[in-house]
Structure formats: structure tokens, C-alpha cells
């Protein structure tokens, strides 16, 4: 079933499957007779947010498939399991299209998802890339150089959720902190926070990804305190990661390559957290050396 677009910009269109009493909603975008890539977005984040990265999907011959994460944009909440609460959503989906094997891809704060989904369906995962990602359980010294009003958020969400869900909606006295603080983010980050047109280009990710409120935003940062085993997994897992990001600083991946049984790491020189805008081809060429 297609839900209709109610945006003058041309967006992918979404699509909705029922599961039970739930919606799952999602899109895709790339080639749509191209290797399958299951995408996790971050934390806000939407079906959209991988938008940026359709050009480059289509030339390498690249399926991208994101759905809304429960809690997210149009899908359904789901019971809380952690870092696999979706991954019976993500099995659904694959079913739904017919497809036996998939890539899975965490963006920031859907790296803890892509992974946990690796670890529990081996058999439909085949691969993992992240992309500027976060993973659970990263020690604190690898995320010095992190900005500091990021370091606050995920504290608050740990001991006063409902003031960090004020702070993720911009309510009351957070109405201008992302504003306030654009001084604080990488050179590289503040190009695309500041430019009207990646602004626009982004704008329906920002919007679809607050839809139902923070609370699933704020679920998200409290899991990334607790570990997963990394050691577990499997399947290949490329990460790509800015060496100026100062979201999920570059010392957590080289933390997480070092305790995944087969993992490397591309490290972009300069680039901050949101480089999937400008520099998508990196993703790409990530999912294709995993092939």
C-alpha cells in the first residue's frame, strides 16, 4: 500500500506493511533490481535520511531499503528488545520482498540495530557497513573530542528521559540549541548545517523523524551505554568514519574494529558526521568492497 506525499520536493514513495496489528513504513532508493541493502537510520531519523545517498545507489547498481525504525516516522512503537527491538520488522520486511540475504547498513545511531540484526538472523544478513556509527558499549575514552551538548544529551536521556525528549523536540528553553551551538560542530558539518539547499534536502528526514515525538530517540541513546557482543559477529563489517566527527567521535570505531572478529575501517580525512550528504560514494564503495 502507498501512502501519498504531501511535500513539493520529490521524495521516494512510501510504502506500508502491516505486521499483525502494526505498520511498518518504508522506501527505497538506488536501483531497484540491485544487491539488497537493509538500511537503519539514526537516532532521530526516518526512511528518509538515506536519501543522499540515491544517485550513487543507482549508478553502482545498489537496492537500498529504509524503513522507518519502530517508534520512527509512519511505524508502529514495538516492545522494548533492546538493540534487536526491529529486528523482527527487519525479517517482515525481507520476507515481504521477497528476499533471502541483505546487507545490512547502520547510519550513526542505527549501527547498534544493523549489528544486533547480524547476530540474531545470521542466515538473512550477509554483511554489515556502518556509516558514522555509534556502537554500544564504546568505553569513554574513545569519545573524547565528542561536543560536548551531544555528551549532555546522552546522559539526560540515561536519568531524565523526559527532559532529554524535551531537548530532541526542541521544546521551552531548547527551541534554539541546535542554533546555539553549530560553532561546536566540524568545519566539514557546519557547510552542510548552514547551507539552504542540503538543508531543504534534508528537512523531510528532520521532519518525518520527530512524527510520533522522541520518545524511540531517546530509548536509542539509553541503549548505547550497555555492550553487545561484538566478538559474535560474524559476517564482514566495514566501517566508514569521519576523523573530524564530533557526534560519534573516530576513536569509537577504531575501538569497534578492533574487537570485531572481521572488521576494517576507512577513515575520511576532514570530514565530520553528516559526510553521507556531500561524499555518498563513500557509503557506496563500502557496501561494494563487502560484496
Not at 41 to 50: E, F, I, K, M
Not at 117 to 139: E, F, K, T, Y
Not at 202 to 210: L, N, V
Not at 230 to 239: H, Y
Request: proline content about 8%.
Amino acid at each position: 500500500m502507498r501512502v501519498p506525499e504531501s511535500r513539493e520536493r520529490p521524495l521516494p514513495p512510501t510504502r506500508v506493511l502491516p505486521v499483525g496489528r502494526r505498520e511498518i513504513a518504508y522506501c527505497e532508493i538506488g536501483d531497484p533490481e540491485g544487491a539488497p541493502v537493509l538500511a537503519a537510520h539514526g537516532s532521530p531519523g526516518s526512511r528518509y535520511q538515506l536519501m543522499p545517498l540515491h544517485e550513487a545507489a543507482r549508478a553502482a547498481g545498489v537496492r537500498i531499503i529504509t524503513p522507518d525504525r519502530p517508534g520512527f516516522g509512519r511505524t508502529s512503537v514495538a516492545g522494548d528488545r533492546g538493540f534487536d527491538t526491529g529486528g523482527a520488522d527487519a525479517v517482515a520486511l525481507l520476507d515481504h520482498l521477497g528476499i533471502d540475504r541483505a546487507a545490512a547498513l547502520g547510519f550513526s545511531g542505527g549501527a547498534g540495530y544493523s549489528l544486533a540484526s547480524a547476530l540474531a538472523h545470521p542466515d538473512r544478513i550477509d554483511r554489515v557497513v556502518l556509516a558514522c556509527g555509534m556502537v554500544p558499549g564504546a568505553p569513554r575514552e574513545t569519545l573524547e573530542g565528542r561536543i560536548p551538548i551531544v555528551s549532555t544529551l546522552y546522559l539526560v536521556t540515561r536519568f531524565a528521559p523526559r527532559l532529554a525528549a524535551a531537548m530532541l523536540e526542541g521544546r521551552g528553553p531548547f527551541a534554539r540549541t541546535r542554533a546555539a551551538n553549530v560553532d561546536a560542530w566540524p568545519a566539514a558539518d557546519r557547510a552542510i548545517m548552514t547551507d539552504e539547499k542540503q538543508q531543504a534536502m534534508i528537512a523531510p528526514d528532520a521532519a518525518e523523524g520527530m512524527r510520533q515525538g522522541a520518545r524511540a530517540a531517546v530509548d536509542d541513546l539509553r541503549r548505547y551505554s550497555r555492550r553487545i557482543p561484538l566478538g559474535e559477529v560474524r559476517q564482514p563489517v566495514r566501517l566508514v568514519h569521519g576523523t573530524a566527527d564530533g557526534n560519534v567521535p573516530i576513536g569509537v570505531a577504531r575501538w569497534a574494529v578492533s574487537h570485531l572478529p572481521d572488521a576494517t575501517l576507512r577513515e575520511i580525512q576532514g570530514q565530520g558526521h553528516y559526510f553521507a550528504v556531500t561524499r555518498p560514494e563513500v557509503i557506496i564503495d563500502a557496501l561494494a568492497i563487502a560484496d
